[in-house]
């Protein structure tokens, strides 16, 4: 079973100057996101370098958020298409945070 969240893979109205979304995060601005709300991005010997990360399908044609977060508890869920591997691996790590129900 796969399901993807509602709005996960929507575009925003605002872009900014240099066309990213307000949502994206650069890899260092995710890095310091998870470092403040306490959060491990874990790392994996995938070809993204994170669990749970993957190259979208077609990435090469639209480079355009290459990266997806896809979670497997308790289905396989997708949470959405991430300009950065680091920012679909907070996207993940917030998302296991919520499930595991740990503050």
């Given at each position: 079973v796969h399901q993807m969240?509602?709005?996960?893979?929507a575009p925003t109205a605002a872009q900014a100057s240099d066309g990213?979304?307000?949502n994206d995060l650069s890899s260092a601005e995710a890095r310091e996101a998870?470092?403040?709300?306490?959060l491990e991005l874990v790392t994996a010997t995938n070809n993204t370098g994170f669990k749970g990360v993957i190259r979208a399908p077609g990435y090469k044609r639209?480079?355009?958020?290459?990266?997806?977060a896809v979670v497997h508890v308790p289905v396989r869920?997708?949470?959405g298409r991430f300009e950065?591997?680091?920012h679909a691996a907070?996207?993940?790590a917030r998302y296991y945070k919520t499930f595991s129900g740990v503050p």
């Open positions: 969240l509602p709005g996960s893979h990213r979304s307000p998870a470092r403040k709300e306490g639209t480079p355009a958020r290459p990266f997806v869920t997708t949470l950065t591997a680091e907070l996207a993940c």
